[in-house]
């Protein structure tokens, strides 16, 4: 399976964005699908997951801006985020998983600036 994240771009504070990751084949059988993020001289970090039952999880410093979401159909994961702050900015991946194996989209850049 490949992975194709976009809808990273440069955005004001305040503003939104929402990042899409395709999968090249079925995302019915992935047990977690999420979000992370790295940016300048950080560790990449959990922004938010999903697993196959539908519950949601969300790092912390995204709670209440940040949704994630899954459409089986068109075997997509998305990100909306809202209220974005200067320190959102970072690469963004897409990561989904099953029980043998993991899968990265390529980063995509998240710029919050004015």
């Known amino acids: 399976v490949q992975l194709q994240a976009s809808g990273g771009g440069l955005v004001q504070p305040g503003g939104s964005l929402r990042l899409s990751c395709a999968a090249s084949?079925?995302?019915?059988?992935?047990?977690?699908m999420g979000w992370y993020r790295q940016a300048p001289g950080k560790q990449r970090e959990l922004v938010a997951g999903?697993?196959?039952?539908?519950?949601?999880n969300y790092a912390d410093s995204v709670k209440g801006r940040f949704t994630i979401s899954r459409d089986n159909a068109k075997n997509t994961v998305y990100l909306q985020m809202n209220s974005l702050k200067p320190e959102d900015t970072a690469a963004y991946y897409c990561?989904?998983?099953?029980?043998?194996?993991?899968?990265w989209g390529q980063g995509t850049q998240v710029t919050v600036s004015s």
């Open positions: 084949g079925s995302i019915s059988s992935m047990n977690f």
């Open positions: 990561n989904m998983r099953t029980l043998r194996y993991t899968y």
């Open positions: 999903v697993i196959i039952d539908g519950s949601t």
